[in-house]
């Protein structure tokens, strides 16, 4: 299954490890970044619409002081004004849906490249076609496997306590991911949308960690890193937002007068 | 536009469909891609015949067989059910003492499951465990080797580990850069003993200390052969090696296409290899000159992968490769010719062993975990389980 992702992804991780310097953090890193360079667009999307859903909190506290006693009113303004703001309240999740069958084809070009079982080394070796051109390539495998005494290709595990450490970070960076592409709720109350948003966002970071416990440490590293860029992403995207759409959000504001 | 209450029931149930659905089709696909840390097939077994017994890890059980009949005379655990032994892999080997060791990975339960490996000695006669060692932490591939009364064998976790054979007592450890798959081999008082950090080592079997080092461009995964103080190796960096046992120097070279993974074979003053594209070569030992070479395909031409080193039968002067796709091949030591083939369900990604009239293959994956042949037409003589009983 995804083999036709899987092999040409552990020979473009054989191709990095061997540019840059041996190393497989970095290699993994390399590749990370390349990756989520390449969806960039449906996580500018995801992002840009939590960014827009944050600006309509105040419209929509708004529209709950308005509408507080009638629910369904209430549920049919706040929709009425997502969709003329263009933002689909759930649309975090196709970039999540799109990032789990690369998530899984890298998880076993990880396993290809620093392999804990000789099965799945023997499997590779035979869809190694990197070498073809750069005949260097085919004794890298397996790839340098220890990372600050932890072994790449293996699970955490107690006998090495600091290896938890790996799926703690994993949660931490995805919790952070997430509640910055989550907008917050307004004090007073939540509607049914928002609650399952809240929930969103301590579920996929506990999904994202407990994955961690079960599988290669090196698969981790993939989903600390794409974290953090998703972090970086949203950061850089408000600095631009700020800069430029001040007046988009004003706009509503004036309308009262009439 | 106007929204009316339909609109907003379904906007509720398609959120908490998106939350419920994504959690499954993560456990999905990730179940689906076999990417679970489950009880899939990690490794390939092993056998070995010492005296009139077939000792074989067989995945669920270590167990001792006539090797004429198969007829099982003990298992270890004596219950196929009682899993909490772990799996077997590793070939076993058989001390002077009477103790068959074997070794096993054990997968535990729960939230956090932990993998566990034991190396175990077995009573030769009763199969009843005498000691165990669980000191590493990574898998044990091929077999161990004895000599000087140290059981050595390589591990996942990187170590090779060095046992006294009758109590298991750990006489030292030595650290290499990356896995120990290899089975060690044992001359003298020195074990020479291939890495995965590209490096075959020679070390005092009685210390561990480091008599040389060779570093070459690739990983070891088989083991050395000894010929007339020559020691023979391929590597993951498609090279044949010929190295100086004493200093560790390089006597020769050849250059393949693909991975060595197995152990050569020589006869003579031939030395046989097999690629993991199944590229058979016969070596003149002296300067690794060619002497012939040969494919092993499929009836459609395609390349039959081999991960098992070839094996030499003296009495009957046939070369034997087993295959990833389950072929055992008789070969003509002179000149590669094919004298005979035999094709079984399952993966042979052991080396074959040669006992008297028969030539064993271990499989995986496939019906029969073992089968014998008659060693001049291969012929079946027994397999295991035997037919109707597979499981």
């Known amino acids: ?258 | 536009m106007t929204l009316n209450l339909e609109d907003d029931i379904l906007n509720r149930v398609w959120t908490q469909r998106w939350l419920t659905g994504l959690a499954v089709l993560a456990a999905v696909l990730l179940t689906a891609s076999g990417c679970t840390p489950g009880d899939r097939a990690a490794s390939w077994t092993g056998m070995a015949i010492v005296g009139e017994r077939l000792y074989a890890a067989d995945l669920q059980q270590a167990r001792a067989m006539e090797p004429a009949s198969g007829a099982t005379i003990w298992t270890f655990p004596a219950d196929p059910e009682e899993v909490d032994r772990g799996l077997f892999y590793a070939t076993p080997a058989v001390t002077e003492g009477g103790l068959v060791l074997v070794a096993s990975e054990v997968t535990t339960g729960g939230f956090l499951g932990q993998r566990e490996s034991i190396v175990w000695g077995l009573d030769a006669e009763t199969g009843a465990a005498q000691w165990s060692f669980d000191g590493a932490r990574g898998m044990y591939v091929e077999g161990g080797a004895l000599g000087n009364g140290v059981f050595v064998i390589g591990n996942g976790d990187g170590n090779v580990y060095a046992l006294d054979a009758e109590s298991g007592t750990l006489q030292w450890t030595f650290e290499t850069g990356h896995r120990v798959w290899a089975t060690p081999l044992v001359v003298g008082d020195v074990v020479y003993v291939g890495a995965m950090d590209r490096n075959l080592y020679a070390l005092e079997v009685h210390t561990g200390r480091v008599v040389w080092e060779f570093s070459a461009g690739g990983a070891f995964g088989g083991t050395p052969i000894l010929m007339d103080g020559t020691l023979y190796i391929g590597g993951f960096d498609n090279t044949f090696y010929a190295i100086d046992s004493e200093t560790g120097s390089e006597q020769w070279r050849f250059e393949g296409q693909d991975w060595f993974w197995g152990g050569p074979a020589a006869h003579n003053d031939t030395v046989f290899a097999v690629d993991v594209e199944g590229r058979v070569y016969a070596l003149d030992a002296a300067n690794g000159e060619v002497r012939w070479r040969r494919s092993l395909v499929t009836d459609q031409n395609e390349p039959v992968p081999v991960r098992a080193g070839p094996v030499f039968d003296e009495e009957s002067g046939q070369l034997f490769v087993s295959t990833e796709t389950g072929t055992l091949y008789a070969l003509d030591p002179a000149d590669g010719s094919t004298n005979w083939r035999r094709t079984a369900d399952g993966r042979g990604l052991s080396e074959p062993v040669v006992s008297e009239s028969l030539v064993y293959q271990t499989l995986i994956l496939g019906t029969h975990r073992i089968r014998a042949l008659q060693i001049g037409d291969g012929a079946d003589a027994w397999a295991f389980p035997p037919a109707g009983l597979e499981e």
Not at chain 1, 27 to 39: E, F, G, K, P
Not at chain 1, 132 to 151: A, I, K, R, Y
Not at chain 1, 209 to 237: K, M, P, V
Request: aromatic residues 12%; proline residues 7%; hydrophobic residues 45%.
């Open chain 1, 1 to 258: 299954m995804l083999d036709f992702l899987t092999y040409p992804l552990a020979n473009f991780l054989l191709l990095l490890y061997r540019y840059l310097g041996h190393n497989t953090i970095a290699a993994i890193t390399a590749l990370t970044i390349i990756i989520r360079m390449l969806i960039l667009p449906l996580t500018l999307g995801q992002q840009r619409s939590a960014q827009k859903m944050q600006e309509l909190q105040p419209q929509i506290a708004k529209l709950r002081e308005k509408y507080g006693d009638n629910q369904e009113k209430l549920a049919q303004e706040q929709m009425k004004l997502w969709r003329e703001a263009g933002v689909n309240p759930m649309g975090g999740c196709l970039p999540l849906v799109i990032q789990f069958p690369i998530m899984i084809a890298l998880y076993r070009a990880i396993i290809f490249v620093i392999p804990s079982t000789p099965v799945e080394l023997f499997q590779f070796s035979r869809h190694i076609f990197i070498d073809e051109w750069l005949p260097s390539l085919t004794g890298l495998v397996p790839l340098q496997n220890v990372f600050l005494g932890m072994d790449l290709g293996q699970p955490p595990s107690i006998g090495q306590w600091w290896t938890y450490s790996v799926p703690l970070l994993v949660f931490v960076t995805s919790w952070l991911q997430q509640k910055l592409l989550t907008p917050s709720a307004a004090k007073d109350g939540q509607s049914q949308t928002e609650m399952m948003s809240q929930q969103m966002q301590i579920m996929m970071p506990l999904m994202f960690g407990f994955i961690s416990l079960q599988f290669a440490i090196g698969l981790s590293i993939y989903f600390i890193i794409s974290n953090l860029f998703g972090i970086a992403q949203f950061y850089f995207i408000r600095k631009d937002g700020e800069q430029e759409s001040d007046e988009p959000v004003r706009r509503p504001r004036k309308r009262p007068k009439k």
